[in-house]
């Protein structure tokens, strides 16, 4: 063979091994693109995931603390009317006589007096109750500076039973019950 042929031999096959190694080569990269684009198409939906699954928190949240809001601004309103319905029962107490005066008569039977004591109170109609209900108990009266009751002194000692005072202190008892009756669903 001449020399010619043998190179020419050569030539052809160094060229099929290249074209070979280029053909594995192409492969090779298609494979690695492939495994790139599903990798970078993982990592999309995984980002997507992740940014769906943050949003959704973020407007729980945001609806969570909404909804706290919303619960504060009930409670507020409700709130504001036990106020108005306790303060109606101290105006209505104030401003009708005859419920003053059972009040009043009430208020004075549940002190048990020992002697001596000095009831100090607002206005002649309470003067007038409280001296008709102590009849028979030895107890000094005194009109002075009290709103809408009176006030028991026994030395040091005094015990106040103003309407303002005593509706507080029923409200404290009675708020439950107002609200249940309020609000009962």
Known sequence: MST????????????????EIIEQAK?????????????AE???????????DLKEREIEKLLGMR???FR???LAEKRKLIDSVFDKAVKKIKNEPEVY??????????ITFRGG???IYSDDLTGKILKK?????????????????FIVRSGNIEMNFTVDLIMREASRELEAEVARILFEQ
Request: proline share 0%; net charge positive; charged share 40%.
């Open 4 to 19: 010619e042929k043998i190179t020419n031999k050569i030539i052809q096959k160094a060229q099929a091994e290249a074209e």
């Open 27 to 39: 492969k090779q990269a298609e494979e690695i693109i492939k495994q790139a684009q599903a990798e």
């Open 42 to 52: 993982k990592l999309k939906k995984n980002a997507l995931g992740e940014a769906r």
């Open 67 to 69: 909804n706290i809001e």
């Open 72 to 74: 504060k601004e009930i």
């Open 101 to 110: 005066r059972k009040l009043m008569e009430k208020m004075i039977r549940s």
């Open 117 to 119: 004591e000095t009831i």
């Open 133 to 149: 209900n102590a009849k028979g108990k030895s107890l000094k009266f005194e009109k002075g500076d009290v709103e809408h009751g």
